[in-house]
């Protein structure tokens, strides 16, 4: 078939490279005009394992191109995708603007029947929006429809190659008909697409994404009544995870999630709650609770330096929201960042990935290491925030002849609490641990 995907970032770049290698002529139309010159030059703009050979091949054979023209970008085809951002608004909504923009560019230049398909994660009402934006100008017949992403990234191409499920909301036939043969070489491992109508498909996205960060964040709340009633979240997690009917994924308790989609989409289903006067208290306490718990280490670290940061060098190990990804939207690592530099310490970092986009941000207000090790010259403390593999099993003897202090907090349950004690490290993590003596604000963790 011939796609377009409008909108070429994370979702854009990961439909239009696995829909090409499912056999089908695909364009990517971008309005960056920088990020479509790199990509006409096989570059890929964004890290993503297993990209590249995909993207490559596709461009090779001729199956994947890339356009800044809209015009030149649909004329022929039969899917439009709109894979644009839907970042949060002052309010919490999500800003439908790049998406209206592109619908009211589209109407006019339409040739012929075409299914025009929401991949960006959109409200409840959104794909009647989308539709009348189209209608005001267009010639033709054409169908909209609703078709949330749910891969994640640093698995995006296995998640999108190999979906769970994938839902679908129209109410036309003829729009069935066509997005049950664009997916029916993804689903023959079993899963199925669902079809249902687009209202249901737009909260389904919501519904989806606001449940893995409560479960994300009840975990978090156990490991903070760990660290008070003397218990080890690890062992919960074990315990409950067992049992199918919870499940075993996304139970690890940490330094609160982050992303370009939980923080903002959790927000977003508020906000529409609220739009419909329904007070959604889980949500409001899910948002508060990971807002506590991305600060969970700072008084820790606070109160092992007596409140005492200034001249400190605190080494971080991990930017990134989460590993095999460059993305720090929303990262818990920044924001502790900009706490410890406000608190006069100074920061070394390494990542491996994800260097790059925090220097625009924070420049050389930190100082970026080539490796994991040059991060701890000196360093008076670690700072883990990014589960990256390479984290796991380090050189704890290099280690310890680099840094100042053996001290350790680790927002990833890295390590073995018992192994850190023989090793002599002091060694905070989230949970696992009774509190000795409990201040409300200041907690002080044993080692
Ligand atoms: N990133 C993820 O893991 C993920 C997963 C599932 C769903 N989603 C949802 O998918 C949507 C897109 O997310 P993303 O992370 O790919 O966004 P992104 O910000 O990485 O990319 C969006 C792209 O759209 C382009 N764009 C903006 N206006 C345009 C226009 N008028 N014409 C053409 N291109 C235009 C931008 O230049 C950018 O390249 C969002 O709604 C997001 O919530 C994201
Ligand atoms: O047990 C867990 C699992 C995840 N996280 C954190 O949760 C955040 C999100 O992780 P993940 O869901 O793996 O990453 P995303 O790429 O943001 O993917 C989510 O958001 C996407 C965008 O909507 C959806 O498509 C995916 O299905 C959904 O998992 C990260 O900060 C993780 O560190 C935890 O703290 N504990």
Redo the contacts with the bound molecule.
């Keep these: 078939m011939k796609i377009a995907v ?8 990961v439909t239009g490279t696995c829909f090409a290698e499912t056999g089908n002529q695909v364009i990517c ?4 005009e920088n ?1 479509i010159g790199r990509l006409n030059k096989g570059e890929i703009p ?1 890290y993503e394992p297993g990209l590249d050979v995909l993207f490559d091949r596709n461009v090779a054979e001729g199956r994947l191109k890339f356009t800044t023209n ?1 015009a030149e970008g649909i004329k022929e085809a039969q899917i439009i995708f709109l ?5 949060p608004g002052e309010d919490g909504s ?1 800003d439908l603007k ?1 998406i209206l ?2 619908a009211d ?1 589209l109407g006019p230049l339409l040739e012929r029947y075409a299914v025009i398909v929401d ?4 409200p409840v009402g959104t794909a009647e929006k989308v539709r009348a934006a189209i209608a005001k100008s267009a010639k033709v017949e054409f169908d909209v429809v609703s078709n ?6 640093g698995v ?1 191409v296995e998640d999108f190659m190999k979906p769970d499920r994938v839902v679908v909301g129209t109410n036309s036939s003829k729009a069935q008909k066509t997005m049950e043969k664009l997916y029916a070489p993804l689903v023959r491992q079993g899963n199925p697409v669902i079809f249902m109508d687009e209202r249901s498909a737009e909260m389904t ?1 919501y519904a989806a994404n606001s449940f893995l960060a409560m479960k994300i964040t009840f975990m978090n709340e156990i490991a903070n009544l760990c660290e008070r009633v003397g218990a080890n979240v690890d062992d919960i997690r074990r315990g409950i995870g067992t049992d199918s009917r919870i499940g075993k994924r996304f139970l690890f308790a940490g330094i609160g999630y982050g ?3 939980f923080p ?2 959790v927000q977003a289903l508020a906000k529409t709650s609220r739009d419909y006067d329904y007070d959604f208290r889980i949500l409001n306490s899910v948002m508060a609770v990971n807002e506590d718990q991305k600060k969970r280490l700072m008084p820790l670290v606070q109160d092992y330096f007596e409140g005492e940061l200034k001249d400190k060098t605190i080494a971080v190990w991990g930017l990134a929201f989460k590993p095999y990804t460059d ?1 720090i939207r929303e990262a818990p690592a920044l924001e502790n960042i900009k706490a410890l530099l406000s608190a006069g310490a100074k920061v070394t970092v390494y990542d491996p990935e994800a260097m790059d986009n925090v220097k625009r941000i924070l420049g050389d207000q930190v100082t970026f290491c080539h490796t994991p090790y040059a991060a701890l010259d000196d360093a008076d403390a670690l700072m883990i925030f990014t589960e990256w593999p390479q984290f796991r099993t380090p050189d704890f003897e290099k280690m310890d002849k680099l840094m100042k202090n053996k001290v350790v907090f680790d927002g990833r349950n890295l390590y073995e609490l018992d192994v850190m004690r023989e090793m002599g490290y002091t060694y905070y993590s989230i949970g696992r641990e009774a509190v000795l003596s409990l201040d409300s604000e200041q907690l002080v963790v044993s080692n």
Excluded: W
């Design positions: 409008v909108g070429t970032g994370y979702v854009g770049l139309v971008d309005i960056d990020k964004i809209l894979a644009l951002p839907t970042p999500a790049y923009k592109v560019d991949k960006s994660t959109v949330p992403e749910f891969l994640r990234e995006a996205k992303g370009s989609c903002k989409d993305d």
